[in-house]
Nanobody, 123 residues
Framework: QVQLVESGGGLVQAGGSLRLSCVASGRTLSRYSMGWFRQAPGKEREFVAAISRSGTATYYADSVKGRLTISRDNANIAVYLQMNILKPEDTAVYSC????????????????WGQGTQVTVSS
């Protein structure tokens, strides 16, 4: 069982930055690919970014390319999402997820989910 806890969300003005963290308790994340997803009120959960088990491959939704960066630490106990040039449309609850495949960009590729952290971008 992998327990994931996100942190780093908050309220920021448009154009600002936030860094989200996702920490695993109980075990390392070296066996898992990791992803970030977000869900805005009244909308479906959507893919944001993913990183492979090795950390050598990353994937992004078109809407966040060039602004958000996913990374994982060498100790494989945390994954991060650096968010720059934030826009009001980035407002959502952001959740991290861990999955057994090499990398995945859909929710079905992940077995473990955190509770999420709220990101609110004001205009």
């Amino acid at each position: 069982q992998v327990q994931l806890v996100e942190s780093g969300g908050g309220l920021v003005q448009a154009g600002g930055s936030l860094r989200l963290s996702c920490v695993a308790s109980g075990r390392t994340l070296s066996r898992y690919s990791m992803g970030w997803f977000r869900q805005a009120p009244g909308k479906e959960r959507e893919f944001v970014a993913a990183i492979s088990r090795s950390g050598t491959a990353t994937y992004y939704a078109d809407s966040v390319k060039g602004r958000l960066t996913i990374s994982r630490d060498n100790a494989n106990i945390a994954v991060y999402l650096q968010m720059n040039i934030l826009k009001p449309e980035d407002t959502a609850v952001y959740s991290c997820a861990a999955g057994p495949s090499a990398v995945a960009m859909t929710t079905t590729g992940y077995d473990y989910w955190g509770q999420g952290t709220q990101v609110t971008v004001s205009s």
